[in-house]
């Protein structure tokens, strides 16, 4: 049976993004408090040839579960899977990085949950995306929603949701700067980028986990990258997954998201999982890795 009843808390205003955001929401929950037990990692890995970890299955069954019951969903796909799962009718396209910077969890340092929320099946561009939403899993649990205008934050208490900033914009002075991949592999126009906001005094600030790096981005003002690196012009970060529906946020705060030589929004992935650079945050810093690396 679908559940499209009881009537969702509003996110965005479209009945059926705001059920997907409500599942989200109480599914969060849970997948934090099953954190301890899920630490170790299981045999395999996932279509990206990366180590999986138990919570990161356990999370993803979870969203899976739930949100193919929705009426809204037409399809759910993830990080953790091969292949999308589809739904009988819905209007929207799923993907999910179900927990982000899971290595994270050994060292007990934060993770994340993405949500991109599509009107176009995928693979496809991020300018198909109407909505997207994540979940910092820190010290507190919030949860950031975007409906591709607006950004909004709550802090996740139970089965609660209390507003902690609503329609926010990135600080016009930005201080963190985080860039992933080791120094030595970063293409020269990378490393020219960085020198340039070492000297403007950015503060390095990396944490290992997309969301919460991004998060220190939209707390503080700076840039966040994933770069082309010199043996993997395509970074490491997946496009559908994390660069899109993080990008949509980041823009819809007033900022920017560049896949280094363009507005990363706009370009179309051929592969689910397909890799993409990603660099965002405030828009002149992103102007500016643009500008090194063309
Ligand atoms: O260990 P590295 O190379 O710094 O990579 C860290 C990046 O990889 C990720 O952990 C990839 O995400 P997953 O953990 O969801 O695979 C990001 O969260 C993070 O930004
Ligand atoms: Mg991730
Ligand atoms: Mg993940």
Same mark, same amino acid.
């Given at each position: 049976?679908?559940?499209? /009843? ?56 979870? %969203? /899976?579960?739930?949100?193919?019951? $929705?009426? /809204? ?14 739904? *009988? ?6 993907? $999910? ?6 290595? !994270?969890?050994?060292? !007990? !340092?934060?993770?994340? &949950? ?9 693979? &496809?561009? @991020?300018? #198909? ?48 700067? /985080? %860039? ?16 340039? +906001?070492?000297? *403007?005094? $950015?503060? $390095?600030?990396?944490?290992?986990? +997309? ?6 981005? =939209?707390?503080?003002?700076?840039? %966040?990258?994933?770069?082309? =690196?010199? #043996? ?8 559908? +997954? ?11 705060? @007033? ?14 992935? *051929? ?24």
């Amino acid at each position: 049976m679908n559940r499209s /009843a009881p009537s969702p808390a509003e996110w965005t205003g479209d009945e059926g993004v705001d059920a997907v955001f409500d599942v989200v929401r109480e599914t969060a929950v849970e997948v934090r408090e099953a954190l301890p037990e899920r630490r170790a990692y299981v045999d395999g890995e996932n279509p990206s040839g990366e180590r999986v970890s138990a919570a990161d299955e356990h999370a993803d069954e979870l %969203f /899976a579960e739930r949100l193919l019951d $929705l009426d /809204a969903v037409a399809s759910y796909a993830s990080e953790e899977r091969e292949d999308q799962q589809r739904a *009988d009718g819905g209007e929207y396209h799923l993907a $999910l990085d179900p927990l982000d910077g899971s290595s !994270n969890l050994r060292s !007990n !340092n934060p993770v994340g &949950t993405i949500v991109g929320v599509y009107d176009e099946p995928l693979p &496809t561009s @991020g300018s #198909d995306l109407v909505a997207a939403a994540f979940v910092l899993y820190g010290p507190n649990t919030t949860m950031v929603v975007c409906d591709g205008e607006t950004v909004d934050e709550y802090l996740i208490e139970g089965g609660d949701r209390k507003s902690l900033r609503e329609d926010f914009t990135l600080p016009e002075d930005p201080t963190v700067y /985080a %860039f992933g991949g080791r120094r030595p592999d970063w293409t020269p126009g990378v490393t020219a980028a960085v020198e340039g +906001f070492e000297e *403007d005094r $950015l503060k $390095l600030r990396y944490g290992g986990a +997309f969301i919460a790096d991004v998060t220190q981005v =939209l707390t503080h003002g700076g840039i %966040f990258a994933y770069p082309e =690196l010199e #043996d993997t012009p395509e970074g490491k970060l997946r496009y559908c +997954f994390e660069c899109a529906p993080v990008g949509l946020v980041v823009d819809a705060a @007033g900022g920017r998201v560049s896949d280094g030589y363009g507005d990363l929004l706009d370009a179309d992935p *051929d592969e689910l999982h397909e890799r993409s650079p990603v660099y965002l945050g405030n828009a002149d810093l992103v102007d500016r890795v643009e500008a090194e690396l063309s």
